[in-house]
């Protein structure tokens, strides 16, 4: 089995910066995309930014601009570098990947971990 264990949330005033990391850990042979989604209260979770393996990324027009997404496949971890955070950012923020295990590829997330934006 493979675990995603993300860190880094919490709470920030209107212009602040906070890094989300995600480390993957369990059976794995190689992670093609790694991603980070998030879920406002009431909504729809939603895409924020994508990492693929060979480094090209996808963001939200809401977030471009403003946050970075990065791996280090050494480690099996991604990161989300947020600058400039508004309070509409305030959401819980999922990591997602594609992992390739010995036995199959699949789909995992991680548990949340949330950022609160205060204006």
């Known amino acids: 089995q493979v675990q995603l264990v993300e860190s880094g949330g919490g709470l920030v005033q209107a212009g602040g910066s906070l890094r989300l990391s995600c480390a993957a850990s369990?059976?794995?042979?190689?992670?093609?995309?790694m991603a980070w989604y998030r879920q406002a209260p009431g909504k729809q979770r939603d895409l924020v930014a994508k990492?693929?393996?060979?480094?090209?990324?996808n963001y939200a027009d809401s977030v471009k601009g403003r946050f970075i997404i990065s791996r280090d496949n050494a480690n099996d971890t991604v990161y989300l570098y947020m600058n400039s955070l508004k309070a509409e950012d305030t959401a819980v923020y999922y990591c997602?990947?594609?992992?390739?295990?010995?036995?199959?590829?699949?789909?995992?997330w991680g548990q949340g971990t949330q950022v609160t934006v205060s204006s």
């Open positions: 369990g059976s794995i042979v190689r992670i093609n995309a």
């Open positions: 997602n990947a594609d992992v390739v295990s010995s036995v199959y590829t699949s789909n995992y």
């Open positions: 990492i693929f393996s060979g480094g090209s990324t």
